[in-house]
Nanobody, 124 residues
Framework: QVQLVESGGGLVQAGGSLRLSCADT????????MGWFRQAPGKEREFVAA????????LYAASVKGRFTISRDNAKNTVYLQMNGLKPEDTAVYYC?????????????????WGQGTQVTVSS
């Protein structure tokens, strides 16, 4: 069964850090591009970061570049999002997503499978 399971969200003060994890429990996407998106209340889901299987190609949204780091452990079928220097505007539900192809993309339509999301709340 294809399933992405996120964890690691929570409440943190501005300037703090969180690390999100996304487990590919079906081991389906170990050689595919995976990414993170987020959706704040009343807003559209937006791209955060994505990377290819071996990390040869990595993209970040301008709003998080320099603060967030995407990585993956293919042996554990898990992708991570390390978030440092969090700001109140980072508050959103964060979603992990996977593609059937090993090419990074920034649009939601390009991704084939999604996790259930994990809430990140940054207080000021």
């Amino acid at each position: 069964q294809v399933q992405l399971v996120e964890s690691g969200g929570g409440l943190v003060q501005a300037g703090g850090s969180l690390r999100l994890s996304c487990a590919d429990t079906g081991r389906t996407f170990s050689r595919s591009a995976m990414g993170w998106f987020r959706q704040a209340p009343g807003k559209e889901r937006e791209f955060v970061a994505a990377m290819t299987w071996r990390g040869g190609s990595i993209l970040y949204a301008a709003s998080v570049k320099g603060r967030f780091t995407i990585s993956r452990d293919n042996a554990k079928n898990t992708v991570y999002l390390q978030m440092n220097g969090l700001k109140p505007e980072d508050t959103a539900v964060y979603y992990c997503a996977a593609r059937l192809h090993n090419i990074v993309e920034v649009t939601t339509k390009a991704y084939d499978v999604w996790g259930q999301g994990t809430q990140v709340t940054v207080s000021s």
